[in-house]
């Protein structure tokens, strides 16, 4: 624990230096000040640089850009690789991890070894990776890089160590799974071929055992040539020369047959008897033509040949279309006897794979299930069903149904939110789906012990919202929300959206939320705010519509010696404690764009409309257009339920609604809050010309410090230097900086609005783009028949504060240093039945001074975070107590004060890729991590932090992920993760019967040791392929196990594990041994049977 007590000499005391070797954080001395000295502060801070630790904990969403799909069908778990290197492992609802290849090389294939639970995965920087999937976090325990050949395919037999790797020169490899070396044995390609083939067969497609004989295996190449070698004999069995290019190959379980598909959409089937020529070949998406001809088909890029037991084969293919059917949409055709069924999808089509009972290749299939993995989703339709309905999906898969514009992020909810958006959101679901269990239900997961409420809100392109429950590390979907409803639809080609926002005039910008009262404003991409009311019950609703004006005038000269109000609006109660609800008419314009003034970019439903349970749209408002001009994109908006009321800005100014009234109370530029207190001496506010800032200092009446204009400067010129582009939806989008100033954040709180103020009243803190904030105090009644027809009267402008950048965030401590919460009210149900001895009357909560600022004295702590730096303001005498200078070379993008470990920091998010963390009030660096490389605008977008030690972001278009910078969690993540690997039994392989086994070929006796092992083969080239040993040994299992507890449950599974195998092996002898006795006896009786008949007797 460490004291901080105010030192009252005149000084403030200086928040201790950066972390070292980080030159992006510095600290400066607190600035002087004469104001009234307040009575000591003495807080205890906890939080030390030991609570923090940062680690992703889990990944959201469907994989971006998917490459590859592999299964196994013991464990039941999915993977599916990505062109950036990723691979995503699925099993049963909450087993989800991701793992990331260092190299960032696109995953080309991906292979599990059945059962054993481990993966190996092919990228494009020619290099097999081997996977470790016994513990929670996946690491990678061997690589294999090849230097001078091309990987194209591999293949892994069930239950073998050896990895047929095939190469873009045609030969094939052999690679041991367990050490990761090359084998000596190599099947060359043109001794595959015959020798007087003159030309290359081109890279291997396909590598796959033969199912009646594990010592053949069948090649095919990309020209069309098929062979199959025997492996014992070194030589070709068999080679088939087909005009066509092949894609795929897929054998009859009896190992007699194969089908392949070819790149003129036909299907062809061999028979082993007669390879000279195919027995049967189909076009079955080409019809004849009046020619005679076939239409030309486009290729089938996979098939899958799988045999049931109680009806005909099924025959799965992807593509295959005649090239006519222009527009058509990728396909998955499904051949069963002589039914054919097209499945037509919304994406194309990345890669499908049949699911099987069985993982024997020489057994008869049994497929249940297809899982199509497309571009952008990942469908799983049953098979066992004639009409093949898909499964519904416990994934959520579609974050990205509409691309995410913004999120929002809140742990520790009211624990009645999520069950009550869920019963809401479910009678939305749709239907139709397979009753049956989803199929991919491998891996153990339990609800953890630190588990608590959270949601995540992500706003869309198209207009919608979507509420997530993200308790306990998974993503549910809760509700679903359009508020394009709201509006008419705009017609095609006309409308004044279309001059703003051409393809997405709902697209959400941000988002704002109280849990409590359950009210949720939504701002949108076209200048307009849509406020929501939770409901349990449906009702018919008009919804009220306000029109603003918001718009710097061209002409305005100001100086700081007029205090008179910008001619835009004209009005003089705007300063003055009388509401103003009317905004005033627009100046008449002779421009020739005078249709398109004073109109907003949307059309409200001016009907009454019957909205359902939920989410009720209850007020509108709108930015209207100015003398030809859009309306300003808003950049900031807080909203109060205890107050009533709805604050939001943007580079024109600032405007205040009563919602309860519906009613505007301010409508003003950001200039004419300042009042006479305006820090900056301005000679023009134009916004169509550049704004002259006069040289040398100004007196600040209201802080009593010189600030120079150097400090406060418009970072316009350092953020070109950055290479990333200036833009955020909770701060400054589209605002050229030399010329507006913009409302950058907004806090309604309880607050001082001068010095001399004994008690707190509600407050608004605005802070602009030039590092400007000014404090607004207000009146508010406080009954609610008062509050529903007085008018709450908005006081002239109160405190001035000065910081270095942009302001993006405000929070409020006690005395204590304890975070004190917005006033909120109470939900309640506006439509529920009114209950006549029960009348429904506002419940207020923290409306007036909380109990502990009561006890310790008056004031509070106001925490004020830039893009530059943080300071701590002691109101009401406003002194400056801490102040830190976050960074110099880079700037702050998001800044949120939150609770961790029972306590309250400043956490900080950089766009140099700076994760930090300061304590609070004394903004003590605790950690910064260079975290997160920026690499585009979406993470700058979408990150948030969470109390609790939790932030997430868009890591793809696709894809949220979840971050702690908590130790706490960090530690406990191991608990929460689902487990990949459950001890099953391999299931025993049928009995094929003494005779099919005698002459069906003896496939049991292949070893493959004896070939590939390094006494018969020799060792590969070194020069071909390089060892790399994995960092997933024992970190690995450092990571997994975590202190002798772990240690421990690992050796007892490790021992259960050798225990079920020796019990197995112990079964098998034993059956062995009975077998032989039986065998011994029937031959002993057929010996004295026989042994005194002639031969001729037989």
């Given at each position: ?112 070894l059945i059962n054993e639970g481990a993966l190996v995965s092919a990228c494009a920087d020619d290099t097999l990776h081997l996977w470790n999937l016994r513990q929670r976090r996946p690491a990678v325990l061997h690589s294999l890089k090849f230097n001078r050949e091309r990987i194209t395919f591999c293949h892994l037999p069930f239950q073998s160590k050896w990895l047929y790797v095939g190469t873009e020169r045609g030969n094939t490899h052999i690679v041991n799974i367990e050490s990761f070396v090359l084998s000596g044995y190599v099947i060359m390609w043109n001794k595959a071929i015959e020798l007087s083939t003159k030309t290359h067969p081109g890279p291997v497609v396909h590598l796959s055992d033969s199912p009646k004989d594990e010592g053949k295996l069948l090649i095919g190449f990309e020209s069309g040539t098929v062979v199959q070698w025997d492996l014992r004999g070194k030589k070709a069995d068999f080679r088939i020369y087909y005009d066509e290019a092949i894609h795929s190959v897929s054998w009859h379980h ?845």
């Amino acid at each position: 624990m460490k004291k901080f007590r105010k030192v009252l000499d005149g000084l403030t005391t200086s928040s201790p230096g950066g972390t070292i070797g980080s030159p992006s954080c510095g600290s400066a001395a607190g600035t002087p000040t004469s104001a009234p000295t307040p009575k000591d502060i003495d807080i205890q801070e906890t939080l030390v640089a030991e609570n923090f630790q940062l680690c992703k904990t889990v990944r959201h969403g469907f994989p971006y850009q998917p490459t590859a799909l592999a299964f196994d069908p013991v464990q039941k778990i999915l993977a599916i690789g990505s062109r950036t290197g990723g691979v995503r492992i699925l099993g049963r609802p909450g087993v989800d991890c991701y793992c990331q290849h260092e190299s960032g090389a696109a995953v080309l294939q991906l292979q599990f070894l059945i059962n054993e639970g481990a993966l190996v995965s092919a990228c494009a920087d020619d290099t097999l990776h081997l996977w470790n999937l016994r513990q929670r976090r996946p690491a990678v325990l061997h690589s294999l890089k090849f230097n001078r050949e091309r990987i194209t395919f591999c293949h892994l037999p069930f239950q073998s160590k050896w990895l047929y790797v095939g190469t873009e020169r045609g030969n094939t490899h052999i690679v041991n799974i367990e050490s990761f070396v090359l084998s000596g044995y190599v099947i060359m390609w043109n001794k595959a071929i015959e020798l007087s083939t003159k030309t290359h067969p081109g890279p291997v497609v396909h590598l796959s055992d033969s199912p009646k004989d594990e010592g053949k295996l069948l090649i095919g190449f990309e020209s069309g040539t098929v062979v199959q070698w025997d492996l014992r004999g070194k030589k070709a069995d068999f080679r088939i020369y087909y005009d066509e290019a092949i894609h795929s190959v897929s054998w009859h379980h009896e190992g007699k047959q194969f089908m392949c598909s070819h790149s003129d959409g036909s299907l062809t089937l061999w028979n082993l008897r007669n390879t000279t020529k195919p027995f049967q070949v189909t076009f079955p998406h080409g019809k004849i033509q009046k020619d005679g001809r076939k239409e030309s088909c486009k290729p089938i890029l996979k098939v899958e040949y799988k045999t049931s037991r109680n009806s005909e084969p099924f025959v799965v293919f992807s593509g295959g279309l005649s090239y006519d059917k222009a527009g058509r949409r990728p396909t998955l055709t499904i051949m069963h006897g002589k039914a054919i069924t097209v499945l037509e999808m919304d994406y194309p089509i990345v890669e499908f794979m049949v699911l099987c009972d069985t993982p024997y290749n020489n057994e008869v299939q049994e497929p249940y299930a297809v899982v199509v993995l497309l571009e952008k989703d990942l469908i799983v339709v049953d098979l066992t069903q004639s009409n093949f309905p898909v499964f519904e999906n416990p994934y959520p898969m579609d974050v990205h149904e509409s691309p995410v514009t913004c999120t929002a992020y809140f742990a520790d909810c009211p624990p009645d939110i999520i069950p009550i958006l869920y019963s809401i959101g479910a009678k939305h679901k749709k239907t139709g789906y397979s009753q049956k269990e989803w199929p991919i239900s491998g891996g153990t997961w339990t609800l953890g012990s630190h588990t608590y409420p959270e949601i995540i809100i992500t706003g869309h392109a198209d207009g919608s919202i979507k509420f997530w429950d993200a308790s306990a590390i998974t993503l549910q979907m809760l509700y679903k929300l359009k508020t394009s409803k709201v509006f008419e639809k705009p017609k095609p080609g006309e409308g004044r959206a279309a001059d703003l926002v051409e393809e997405d005039p709902f697209a959400v910008q941000m988002v704002s939320w109280c849990p409590q009262s359950r009210i949720f404003c939504v701002v949108g991409i076209s200048a307009h705010i849509i406020l929501y009311r939770f409901s349990k019950y449906d009702a018919n609703t008009q919804i009220v519509s306000l029109d603003v004006r918001l718009q710097c005038e061209s002409d305005d000269v100001i100086t700081p010696s007029e205090n008179e109000n910008n001619p835009c609006f004209p009005e003089p109660g705007s300063h003055s404690p009388q509401p103003h609800h009317q905004y005033p008419a627009s100046p008449s314009s002779g421009t020739p764009e005078g249709n398109k003034d004073s109109i907003p970019c949307l059309k409200v439903k001016d009907r009454v409309v019957r909205v359902p349970p939920g989410y009720q749209a209850e007020l509108v408002i709108q930015l209207l257009w100015v003398d030809g001009e859009p309306p300003q994109q808003i950049t900031t908006l807080d909203i109060n339920s205890a107050y009533g009321l709805l604050a939001f800005g943007n580079c024109s100014g600032l405007v205040v609604v009563d919602y309860l009234q519906k009613t505007i109370l301010l409508c003003m530029s950001t200039l004419d809050l300042y009042g006479a207190a305006d820090p900056y001496q301005r000679l023009t506010r134009s916004p169509r010309r550049n704004r002259q800032s006069t040289s040398g200092l100004t007196e600040l009446s209201d802080n009593q410090q010189s600030i120079d204009m150097e400090r406060s400067k418009s970072p316009t010129s350092e953020s070109r230097e950055n290479s990333f582009s200036r833009s955020r939806s909770s701060s400054v989008s589209s605002i050229d900086r030399d010329t507006k100033e913009a409302i950058t954040t907004l806090q309604f709180g309880e607050s001082y609005g001068r010095k001399t103020d004994a008690l707190p009243t509600p407050c608004l803190w605005v802070g602009t783009s030039l590092g400007v904030v000014v404090v607004i105090p207000m009146s508010i009644p406080t009954e609610q028949e008062e509050r529903m027809e007085e008018p709450v009267t908005i006081g002239p402008s109160g405190v001035v504060l000065l910081l270095k950048g942009s302001v993006l965030r405000f929070g409020f401590l006690d005395c204590m240093g304890g975070l004190i919460q917005s006033p909120h009210e109470v939900w309640r149900d506006l439509n529920a039945p009114e209950d006549p001895d029960r009348p429904r009357r506002r419940k207020l909560i923290n409306f007036s001074p909380s109990s502990s600022q009561d006890t310790c004295g008056e004031g509070h702590l106001a925490v004020v975070c830039s893009e530059r730096q943080a300071k701590v303001f002691l109101m009401p005498s406003q002194s400056c107590l801490f102040v830190h200078n976050i960074t110099e070379s880079s700037f702050v993008l998001r800044a949120d004060v939150v609770s961790v470990c029972n306590s309250v920091c400043l956490a900080c998010f950089c766009a140099n890729g700076h994760i930090m963390t300061l304590s609070l009030p004394s903004l003590r660096p605790l950690v910064n991590v260079n975290y997160l490389p920026l690499t585009d605008m979406r993470i700058a977008r979408t990150f948030c932090f969470t109390n609790g030690g939790q932030a997430l972001y868009l890591s793809s278009p696709t894809e949220i992920q979840r971050i702690t910078y908590s130790q706490e969690m960090c530690d406990n993540l191991q608990e929460m993760l689902g487990e990949l690997f459950t001890p099953i039994e391999t299931p025993e392989a049928q009995n094929r019967g003494f005779l099919k086994g005698f002459f069906g070929g003896n496939a049991h006796t292949f070893d493959r040791e004896e070939l590939f092992g390094e006494a018969a083969a020799g060792k590969g080239s070194r020069s071909l392929a390089q060892h790399i040993p994995g960092q997933g040994g024992m970190e690995g299992m450092k990571v997994a196990a975590s202190g002798v507890v772990g240690d421990l449950a690992r050796a007892r599974i490790a021992l259960d594990e050798r225990g079920q195998r020796l019990g197995e092996l112990e079964d098998r002898t034993a059956l062995m041994m009975t077998s032989a006795d039986t065998f011994s006896k029937h031959a002993h009786e057929l010996m004295l049977k026989c042994k005194d008949k002639k031969w001729y007797q037989f």
